[in-house]
């Protein structure tokens, strides 16, 4: 008996190890296959490539993705954690009401100009490329891509709720506007690689949501 605890508890750190060190490798997969789906398309991800560039063998990426839909699927849920972390957690820390509205699209422009991904916003380079191919690669990138509209919507709700945008105001509308918004400067920034899409488009999301505002809400702070 007293054989076997010894045993184990040799066996147990050396397990946790290679979990761990599976987990890295995983992660470090999924980053590069976000990379480059983002620039030059998630068709372009491969398991040979990532393996060529990784310097992984590819019987090794196959002991973590089983097939190129099981990869380009978890390269999408990656994508979608990323945009999580820079963009909507960071703006949810401002209270509700305008000043989040504001703070989701400079979050949402700095993900863009700090270059998060080299092909810029994931979501609408992969939607572009899965919009006519029904499948469930186009039905995960169309999930990630509603889910920053839906929580637009919901600021904004929230926002009219606190009593910063006025009562008439079509907060479906307003965020339908602000994602074009957002999306215009980056497809823009795509083409002429200028910061002044992002400088426009600020310009133009204060606009908006200055028209939108009550009396009593507070003044949007700077970007």
């Given at each position: 008996?007293?054989?076997?605890?010894?045993?184990?508890?040799?066996?147990?750190?050396?397990?946790?190890?290679?979990?761990?060190?599976?987990?890295r490798?995983?992660?470090?997969?999924l980053?590069?296959?976000?990379q480059?789906?983002?620039a030059e398309?998630?068709?372009?991800?491969?398991?040979?490539?990532?393996?060529?560039?990784?310097?992984?063998s590819?019987?090794?990426?196959?002991?973590?993705?089983?097939?190129?839909?099981?990869?380009?699927?978890?390269?999408?849920?990656?994508?979608?954690?990323?945009?999580?972390?820079?963009?909507?957690?960071?703006?949810?820390?401002?209270?509700?009401?305008?000043?989040?509205?504001?703070?989701?699209?400079?979050?949402?422009?700095?993900?863009?100009?700090?270059?998060?991904?080299?092909?810029?916003?994931?979501?609408?380079?992969?939607a572009a490329?899965?919009?006519?191919?029904?499948?469930p690669?186009?039905?995960?990138?169309?999930?990630?891509?509603?889910?920053?509209?839906?929580?637009?919507?919901?600021?904004?709700?929230?926002a009219?709720?606190?009593?910063d945008?006025?009562?008439?105001?079509?907060?479906?509308?307003?965020?339908?506007?602000?994602?074009?918004l957002?999306?215009?400067?980056?497809?823009?920034?795509?083409?002429?690689?200028?910061?002044?899409?992002?400088?426009?488009?600020r310009?133009?999301?204060?606009?908006?949501l200055?028209r939108?505002?009550?009396?009593?809400?507070?003044?949007?702070?700077?970007?």
């Amino acid at each position: 008996m007293l054989y076997f605890s010894c045993v184990n508890t040799v066996l147990q750190p050396l397990t946790d190890r290679r979990r761990i060190r599976g987990e890295r490798t995983r992660q470090a997969i999924l980053s590069r296959a976000a990379q480059l789906a983002s620039a030059e398309g998630l068709e372009a991800v491969s398991l040979q490539r990532l393996a060529d560039e990784l310097g992984i063998s590819k019987s090794g990426l196959f002991a973590h993705f089983g097939s190129k839909e099981e990869l380009q699927l978890a390269t999408i849920d990656e994508a979608g954690r990323i945009v999580t972390e820079e963009v909507v957690r960071p703006a949810l820390k401002t209270p509700r009401g305008l000043g989040r509205l504001w703070a989701m699209s400079n979050r949402y422009l700095s993900y863009l100009e700090r270059a998060v991904f080299p092909g810029g916003c994931f979501f609408e380079a992969t939607a572009a490329e899965f919009d006519s191919k029904p499948g469930p690669i186009r039905d995960r990138v169309l999930e990630g891509r509603g889910f920053w509209g839906k929580s637009l919507a919901r600021a904004a709700r929230d926002a009219q709720g606190a009593g910063d945008i006025r009562p008439e105001v079509d907060v479906d509308q307003l965020a339908w506007e602000l994602s074009c918004l957002l999306v215009g400067a980056n497809t823009t920034f795509l083409i002429d690689r200028s910061n002044i899409a992002f400088d426009r488009a600020r310009r133009a999301i204060r606009e908006r949501l200055e028209r939108a505002a009550t009396p009593s809400a507070a003044r949007l702070p700077d970007a």
